[in-house]
C-alpha cells in the first residue's frame, strides 16, 4: 500500500516550483524589459518635449506679457537688453510658428534706410516670394510705413509694414 504515494512526490513538487520560479522569473524579466521600454520612452518624449520648449522660450516674446507694447525702435532695445535682436523669420516654417503666438508683432525688418527696400536686422534681404506677406502689403500708407509686423488677422494674414511709433507687442529671437 506504501505504493499509494508515489516516492518522488516532493521532487514532481519541486519541478513544479521550480517551474513557476521560471516561469516568474521569465515574467519578471518580461516585465522589467518593459519598464525599461516604457522608462526610455518616456525620457525619449521628455527630450523632445524640452527640446520644444527650448524652441518656443527662445522665440517667445521675451521679458513682456502680451499687453506690454511698445514702438519699434524700444522693442528692438529692449531684446537687445536680452542679448537677442528682433526676430529674423527665416523661412515659412518659422513664420507659420511666429504667427501662431499673437495676433500682431514687430519683427525684425525695416524699409527706413531705402524706401521699399526690406532689410532684415542682420542687413539680409526680406523675401517678398519666399515669406507670406498680408494682400496689398507692403503698401507704406498713411504717410509712411517703415517697419515690419507678422499680422494674423481673418483676411489679413503675413507680413505688413506699419508706422514705426505705433505700440505694438514684439517677438525677440536670440542665437543658441
Ligand atoms: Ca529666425
Ligand atoms: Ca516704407
Ligand atoms: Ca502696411
Redesign the pocket.
Known amino acids: 500500500m506504501s505504493a499509494v504515494l508515489p516516492p518522488h512526490q516532493p521532487d514532481i513538487s519541486l519541478d513544479v516550483q521550480q517551474v513557476n520560479r521560471t516561469k516568474a522569473g521569465t515574467s519578471n524579466q518580461q516585465l522589467h524589459s518593459r519598464s525599461l521600454g516604457l522608462v526610455l520612452l518616456c525620457c525619449g518624449l521628455l527630450c523632445f518635449i524640452q527640446a520644444l520648449l527650448n524652441i518656443a522660450l527662445r522665440l517667445a516674446p521675451m521679458g513682456s506679457s502680451q499687453q506690454e507694447r511698445k514702438n519699434w525702435d524700444d522693442s528692438r532695445r529692449h531684446c537687445r537688453q536680452e542679448e537677442a535682436d528682433l526676430v529674423i523669420i527665416n523661412s515659412r516654417a518659422e513664420q507659420a510658428f511666429l504667427s501662431g503666438l499673437t495676433a500682431s508683432a514687430w519683427v525684425g525688418m ?3 534706410d531705402q ?2 527696400t ?1 532689410l532684415w536686422v542682420d542687413g539680409t534681404a526680406v523675401s517678398y516670394d519666399g515669406l507670406l506677406w498680408a494682400p496689398g502689403q ?1 503698401d ?1 500708407s498713411l504717410g ?4 515690419g509686423e507678422l499680422r494674423k488677422m481673418t483676411g489679413f494674414n503675413g507680413l505688413n ?1 506699419y508706422g514705426c511709433n505705433t505700440m505694438n507687442v514684439w517677438i525677440c529671437e536670440k542665437p543658441l
Do not use: L, V
Not at 509712411?144 to 517697419?147: K, L, Q, V, Y
Open positions: 525695416t524699409d527706413r524706401e521699399g526690406w507692403p507704406d509712411g510705413e517703415d517697419c509694414d
